[in-house]
């Protein structure tokens, strides 16, 4: 402490007291400023360690579920026979739609849609549309709901309806299903080709195989999400204070 230095000091003349005083006073400050600086960086890394964690969790498997789409899923074409096989590809955005909703499913859409167009395009520009617009509507009507969105909800309306998040996930399999071999079939039909049995069979298959491989994965990319299934007892007591 400087005041404690000047007590204690015989006298002596200014400029041999006030050197002194002065370097303590500047390697107490130099302290303080290199201990916040190492605060913030400390900070600084810890955000973007969190940040690489949350985009690795993400972007992992939907470029993992691509690559297994076109390396791996059309073998599976030898042992259903006539072309069956699921699509992969619908099964992670299925899951991303209940378990994340908005912003991530649409990017992973995006994401599927162009490099679907690009390489495995079966109509013009369809998948480019098909994947970003049906999971905007799916996140739409399926997406799990926040704790606070469900509280507002059953304080305003009385009850909230809760439908299990597995049963919306089979759903969302359905309606990306369903939709795409309804297009390819009227497509079909508009090129000048008949609709015959076997091919109403190849859609069907094609749809029971692409829910089937989505209620296999969906337990473990849950997990993989960190997506815990909130009960409806859980949820905090929510009111709303009239205005005075």
Known sequence: NPLQLLL???PHPPHLILPPIRAAWS????????????TGVAKLFSMCWLLFRQGLRFLLPVLLGYLLQVSVVPYMTLI???GIMPNLLVA???VLVVAKGGLQAFWASCFYGMVTEL???TAPLFSLVYYPVLTFFASLF???KSEDRMTRERNARGEVKLIHPYLRTLFAALFFTIVREAFLLVYTLIQGYLITPDRISHAVFNTLLTCSLTMLIMLPY??????VHVRRSKLPEY????LR
């Open 8 to 10: 204690y000091l015989p």
């Open 27 to 38: 390697m107490k400050t130099m302290s303080k400023g290199f201990f916040r600086l190492g």
């Open 80 to 82: 259903t026979g006539r």
């Open 92 to 94: 992670i955005l299925s």
């Open 119 to 121: 390489m495995m395009s």
């Open 142 to 144: 399926l997406a799990d």
């Open 222 to 227: 849950r997990k993989w999400l960190g997506v």
């Open 239 to 242: 009111t709303m204070q009239p």
